[in-house]
């Protein structure tokens, strides 16, 4: 006979001193996410884009009284087969959860992927963002976003950037965490990576510098940007296969990290689609 179908355990909570509802509270700061491998994501629209990338969450959490929607009726669905736990409670207290004065009708917590470089495919994309030393959540998940526009492979964060998990960041990316493969490493593990195979490192620089436009960009391309306050070390510079410059016309000195990104990976998507 064949074996059951997986049945969602579903409960209501109603106070704020549950043992759950403390538990859920704890994933918004990164020891405790780190400590059980799941993070928090929020919202109708990033739950449903998780889930048509083949995440499902280990735990729904829903606000009683909400309006129905067939989108929440397939993430309960989802939730079922996969027997994990669906968990009805008050606008409030998911307001406590989420940390969010007006929170959406949904929450999901969701197992924390594969950060190695070795999960990576780099021939799976022409282009590549990396941040370093970026310790902005909402700069990290605007990146995330962008290279989901672009059509980036994902994000590499270099040193000790801020966690794309956090529920800052994972909102921030507008559901893009769950599009883009994220990796984490050190300089001195990144560089020999990438190394191992194909792949032009290029950075904004005004180290010997070229202009950003019709500079000869070259497939797998790795778009990096560094700290916000600080830019890139100027080791890492030298060590890039391309340094390129975007012109300032005002007063401004630099652009913010993520929208450096933005300008250089939708001119490297240009350049690589031209050929």
């Not at 008050?90 to 007006?102: A, E, F, R, V």
């Not at 510098?209 to 019709?214: F, K």
Request: a negative charge; charged letters at 25%.
């Amino acid at each position: 006979m064949p074996s059951p179908t997986p049945r969602a355990a579903k409960r209501e909570i109603t106070g704020y001193s549950n043992p759950t509802v403390k538990y859920l509270r704890s994933l918004r700061e990164k020891k405790h996410r780190k400590r059980e491998g799941v993070f928090l994501a929020e919202g109708l629209r990033l739950l449903t884009d998780a889930h048509e990338c083949g995440h499902v969450p280990q735990t729904l959490v829903m606000a009683a009284g909400r309006d129905p929607h067939p989108l929440i009726d397939g993430l309960e669905k989802a939730v079922d087969a996969t027997g994990g736990e669906i968990i009805v409670t008050s606008p409030d207290i998911l307001s406590k959860i989420t940390g969010k004065d007006n929170p959406q009708s949904v929450a999901g917590v969701y197992s924390e992927f594969d950060t190695s470089l070795a999960a990576l495919d780099r021939s799976c994309s022409k282009i590549w963002l990396v941040a370093q030393a970026l310790r902005d959540p909402g700069n990290l998940g605007t990146m995330l976003r962008t290279g989901d526009a672009v059509g980036a492979g994902g994000l590499i964060l270099i040193d000790d950037c801020a966690d794309p998990f956090s529920v800052e960041a994972v909102r921030a990316s507008m559901g893009a965490v769950f599009t883009q493969s994220i990796a984490r490493a050190t300089w001195d593990e990144f560089l020999p990576w990438l190394r191992e195979g194909e792949g032009q490192l290029v950075a904004a620089s005004l180290r010997e510098a070229v202009p950003y436009r019709a500079a000869p960009y070259a497939a797998p391309c790795f778009v990096m940007v560094g700290n916000e306050s600080q830019g890139l070390p100027e080791s890492y510079e030298m060590a890039c296969d391309l340094r390129v410059t975007m012109p300032m016309r005002g007063r401004a000195d630099s652009l913010n990290a993520a929208v450096a990104a933005a300008v250089l990976g939708y001119e490297v998507l240009a350049a690589l689609d031209r050929r």
